[in-house]
């Protein structure tokens, strides 16, 4: 008992360290699925109730916006996203809008490092779809992804991006295909689908908010050293053989302030022996809150990756989640049943210092 003890107060105070909470972020995310987007709105005002709030280097650039169009039919200022991209300055200062129309961009996109306050909009009704088939064989795993946003306040908005490279076999080395990459800090993204199947996500540096996305893939299809928050999203389970493992977050030591926090989502898919997550690195940090998970989910939820270990210096965490994968029973040892107060910093925009830098979507 004396060990087991030990073993939990250790995982409380991974879990709690460096973790702060500021105090405009305090809010917490309701219990209550119902309330989420009325609180989300009260948190998250416009920009007209925000000003000497937010970074001023952001308010800056919001207050003068630019639209540019890109349209495959031609009516826009530009056929390819590529091309728009290239259009804009770098050192950028305002708010740049890439409005793009419906249909499939067959392009592999980079939004370098000096040009930031880009916005990818796309219409709900019509979502246009970012389509590449990079691998980690000819790009190696984080560069092979379709977008990669490595700009500060990067937002998407109704954007479908995807790596439509074939699914793994195991027969080939480097089959690892990323549809996203997320490298710039204070960046959100709305309502967008990311599709693929190994490494989906490379969730790789800086906080992000993702709310009301939808996630799939087969391994690691959440992995990286990203700070982010993912409110509202549907995690979606492709079963495969060699077995499932939705995140893999990179935390190496108690000094990195990392990790991811799941709240009010859904984990659904095919199978029944997904984990939750597995300690790729010795010290990751995950937490699901409110989150409903269904039969596709193993009952041990987590995975100390064949470093026993690990057990003692994971940081995987539930809290008031429900549904057939919830049931707390046979769960790893590595993971943690969390208290209301060791949840508290993991659900509220604290987690992303969200007061800072968010912005209602775009319309």
Known sequence: MGCIAAVQCAITAILLVSTTVSSDDKSPIPADPSSLNTWFQDNVKPLADRKGVIDPALEAAEAKQRTIKVRQDGSGEFKTLKDAINSIPTGNTERVIVDIGPGEYIEKLKIERGKPFVTFLGSPGNMPTLSFAGTAREYGTVYSATLEAEADYFVAANIIIKNSSPRPNGELKGEQAVALRIAGDKSAFYNCRLIGFQDTLCDDKGRHLFKDCYIEGTVDYIFGSGKSLYLGTELQVIADAKGNFITAQARTSEAEDTGFSFVHC????????????????????????????SSAVSPEGWSNNSHPERDETASFGEYKCDGEGANPAARAKASKQLTPDQAAPFISLGFIEGSKWLLPPPS
């Open 266 to 293: 859904k984990v659904g898919g095919t199978g029944n022996g997904a984990y939750l997550g597995r300690a790729w690195q010795p010290r990751p940090r995950v937490v699901f809150a409110y989150t409903t998970m």
